[in-house]
């Protein structure tokens, strides 16, 4: 038994928080293009749109229903397959190979969260109160000057604190990433990890980047919430 070495966790810090913009970048488009993705998919079920509302709820019971791991896997070796079904059903000339890991990530990403996001949006919709839309119509404004100037501002006030901890779980899910190759900050860690053998010290910096990058967020959501409440009354 030997104690942790402290000078190689210092050591290795600088390798590993390379994976940070990875990490981020990734959340980040998750967090959009899965907030446009769920707000679009709520308002379907919300107002209860025919065909469409079945094939959202198809949609959320596949995204759902399996882990994020298969999704990403399914991705990764699938997009590609597809893109050369249609090369060759097409006669394009899309080069798959040259296209970046990260992109098939931003897109497996951006509808695990966004089925997620679906639920989130449409129950924070549904508890603004109906009369409020009402009482849009009664001084000329259509559904959607309604929607827009009135029940979604509301909406997104509550649902605020669901969207960070979505953000911060799509940096921390972002770890899974480092199976198709994208050196996130876990991914960097192991690659530290594995030229020293040292893999206990390198996975604990890897969750003290983690707690750093997850805390500095919860703070900011916690202002965003607190400024979006500022004109609420008691």
Not at 85 to 97: A, D, K, P
Not at 199 to 222: D, P, S
Request: glycine share 8%; charged share 15%.
């Amino acid at each position: 038994m030997r104690g942790l070495d402290i000078q190689y966790m210092f050591e290795c810090f600088p390798e590993i928080i390379r994976g940070v913009p990875n990490a981020i970048i990734i959340a980040v488009v998750a967090l959009l293009a899965g907030g446009i993705i769920g707000l679009l998919c709520a308002l379907v079920r919300f107002f209860k749109v025919p065909v469409l509302r079945q094939i959202v709820g198809v949609y959320i019971a596949i995204i759902r229903g399996t882990p994020l791991m298969v999704q990403i896997l399914v991705t990764y070796y699938g997009i590609p397959r597809i893109l050369e079904y249609l090369n060759y059903r097409w006669g394009t000339n899309m080069n798959v190979n040259s296209i970046p890991a990260i992109y098939f990530m931003f897109f497996c990403f951006s509808l695990y969260y966004g089925s997620y996001m679906t639920e989130m949006f449409r129950s924070c919709i549904e508890a603004v109160d109906p009369g409020q839309l009402e009482a849009c119509y009664t001084v000329g404004m259509t559904t959607r000057q309604g929607m827009i100037r009135v029940v979604l501002p509301q909406a997104f006030s509550t649902a605020l604190p669901n969207i960070g901890n979505n953000f911060i779980g799509a940096i921390k899910d972002a770890s899974l990433a480092f199976a198709v190759a994208i050196p996130e900050i876990l991914g960097r860690a192991r690659i530290v990890a594995g030229r020293s053998s040292k893999f206990l010290e390198a996975y604990i910096v890897a969750a003290i980047v983690y707690f750093i990058i997850c805390t500095i967020c919860q703070f900011a959501v916690e202002l965003m919430e607190k400024h979006s409440r500022k004109y609420s009354t008691r």
